[in-house]
């Protein structure tokens, strides 16, 4: 995890470099748009309240300003023609990657880089898009959602080639900045949607995201829905799951359909709006897996936790492997479930990030599960995602990522960790106060594996544990009503570096229990949350569970 800092970008850190506030290069990319001359008073007036919900409104003045469509569009249709403007740059940048990659002999990590970019671009254009397209049809929830996860499709590829040691000339001065510029377009949409959201359709009553911690959180908390959303989120409710009928089976003695997991999802339909369950029998599954985009609505049914497992070994120390690429398995098809099976990554504690499972997939869920690993176990990358009675072991930043991710009922359990007695659960990666992601551990227990518990009651001084820290200058993670054992320490945070995120973070806590829970000592950047806050971090509310968690057929607590 991490970025180094570049003049003029995104805000990110790296362990020791943290930058400044983000400057983003101007939005506008050439000439293709006529120049909004012809606009009127009244128009240029409304592009301006709109503009002043952003964090960029003279980068987005500039952007409407320059679209002709803007002369005569009302509150959504600003919304659709910035999502549109994001989509139309998101794919000159892959084009650009694309040419890039082609064009020069890459070493092997500008290489990697490229592949990360490449792929991280396709998702945002297509997220991009379904949003644009979906605007008036969809929750706005919905679009808040999808546009939360392109912004960081397109921070990814960013993050990816600006991280490459010695850059290619064209990287340096043609890709990253134009990536740059496309990353305050989209959050200029997301801006937008988000204001539309929260304060209707009247522009001039917009604010623009908080960017600094709140001091008011009913203020934050707020949110409002459309008169157009619907009631559910596009599955078939009256269709109910029987998960001992499988599609089709894997079984490693061949008494399945296939003996490959991969060769499972490979052989499934494309674009299911129904789930596609394969039941994958007992048995350690020596394979890396991949769900892509294409495949919708599938379901992995293991024989439980323990018997069924997925496991491969693959970290960030090997050459040309950046962390993205190192997850046994990788889940990017919407409305996929696991119950029933560990995913593991057995790297091992010395091999820097390894990544057991990378969760792309918007509203994904996984019920029962084991992820086990070291650092970096569970990437909860981007999207709406659901766990419920999981067990997710690890050493540090052991659940990180920029989804918007609730844990129901889960086992949070440290592992001992090679030559460091500081251990962390979370390292939350949201890089924009208008993203509607976060981390939220509800009914948890947070504690340490047998092995660790042995060796903490023997020298509870030699191993720290934290709650979590600030990966990204936003960063949100939420524990409420859980137990926290004596491994967390008493200020319960961790900063990641000196002063970083400390003044825009979102760490709250409600209502938790067991020897870590008395919050008297606890940092000051940590804040104590009322019942009624608390249930704004629901799986019904934070992630619009109550909507699309029935067609999945994991139990979830409504409130």
């Known amino acids: 995890m991490g970025a180094l800092a570049w003049a003029v970008v995104w805000c990110c850190c790296l362990c020791s470099t943290v930058a400044g506030d983000w400057h983003p290069l101007p939005v506008t990319r050439d000439s293709d748009s006529a120049p909004f001359e012809s606009a009127d008073a009244g128009a240029t007036a409304t592009v301006a309240a709109v503009c002043q919900a952003t964090r960029f409104p003279v980068e987005c003045s500039t952007a409407l300003a320059a679209d002709a469509r803007s002369a005569s569009a009302n509150s959504p249709e600003f919304a659709r023609i910035a999502l549109d403007l994001g989509a139309t740059a998101s794919t000159r940048d892959l084009a650009a990657v694309q040419l890039m990659a082609a064009g020069e002999a890459l070493d092997i990590n500008a290489t990697a880089a490229a592949a990360v970019c490449a792929e991280s671009l396709d998702y945002a254009v297509s ?5 644009r397209d979906s605007l008036l049809a969809s929750p706005i929830e919905d679009i808040q959602s999808w546009a939360s996860a392109a912004l960081q499709f397109q921070y990814d590829c960013f993050s990816a080639l600006v991280n490459v040691p010695s850059p290619p000339a064209d990287l340096a001065a043609t890709v990253l900045p134009e990536v740059n510029s496309t990353m305050a377009l989209i959050s200029i949409a997301l801006s937008i949607t988000d204001a539309l959201a929260y304060y209707g359709s009247d522009a001039t009553l917009w604010l623009p995201p908080p960017e600094q911690r709140p001091t008011d959180l009913n203020a934050v908390l707020l949110s409002t829905s459309p008169q157009w959303a619907s009631e559910n989120g ?5 269709a109910p799951i029987d998960i001992t009928v499988p599609d089709v089976t894997v079984a490693l003695d061949g008494t399945g359909t296939f003996t490959s997991i991969q060769q499972a999802v490979d052989g499934a339909p494309a674009f299911r709006s129904v789930m596609y369950i394969i039941h994958i029998k007992a048995g350690v599954y020596s394979e890396r897996i991949r769900v892509d985009r294409n495949k919708t609505m599938l379901m992995f049914v293991g024989d439980g936790a323990n018997q069924t497992v997925i496991t491969a070994s693959k970290s960030a120390l090997e050459p040309g492997v ?5 997850a046994t398995v990788v889940v990017v098809g919407k409305g996929f479930v696991a119950r029933g099976i560990t995913f593991q990554n057995t790297a091992g504690a010395e091999s ?23 650092q970096d176990t569970l990437y909860a990358h981007a999207g709406r995602q659901f766990y419920k009675s999981c067990t997710i072991r690890g050493t540090v930043d052991f659940i990180f990522g920029n989804a918007a991710a609730v844990f129901e009922d889960c086992q949070i359990l440290l592992r001992l960790r090679a030559g460091n007695p500081t251990s962390v659960v979370t390292a939350q990666g949201r890089t924009d ?8 551990f509800q009914n948890c227990t947070v504690s340490g594996t047998p092995e660790y518990m042995e060796a903490f009651l023997a020298e509870p001084t030699a191993h720290l544990g934290f709650l979590g820290r600030p990966w990204k200058l936003f960063s949100r993670t939420v524990y409420v009503n859980s137990f926290l054992d004596a491994v967390i320490e008493p200020e319960g945070w961790m900063p990641w570096n000196g002063e970083f995120a400390l003044s825009s973070l979102f760490y709250g806590e409600s209502g938790s229990s067991g020897p870590a829970a008395d919050t008297t000592s606890r940092v000051f950047w940590c804040s104590p949350l009322t019942f009624d806050q608390a249930a704004f971090f629901s799986a019904a509310n934070f992630i619009q569970g109550a909507r699309w968690l029935p067609c999945t057929s994991v139990p979830f607590t409504s409130g």
């Open 352 to 374: 820097r990030q390894a990544v057991a499972v990378r969760v792309d997939a918007d509203q994904s869920a996984f019920y029962d599960c084991i992820f086990d690993g070291f």
């Open 433 to 440: 106060p208008g993203q509607t992601t976060g981390l939220v």
């Open 234 to 238: 596009g599955c078939d409710w009256s």
């Open 127 to 131: 997220t991009l898009t379904t949003a």
């Open 322 to 326: 950046v962390t993205y690429q190192t």
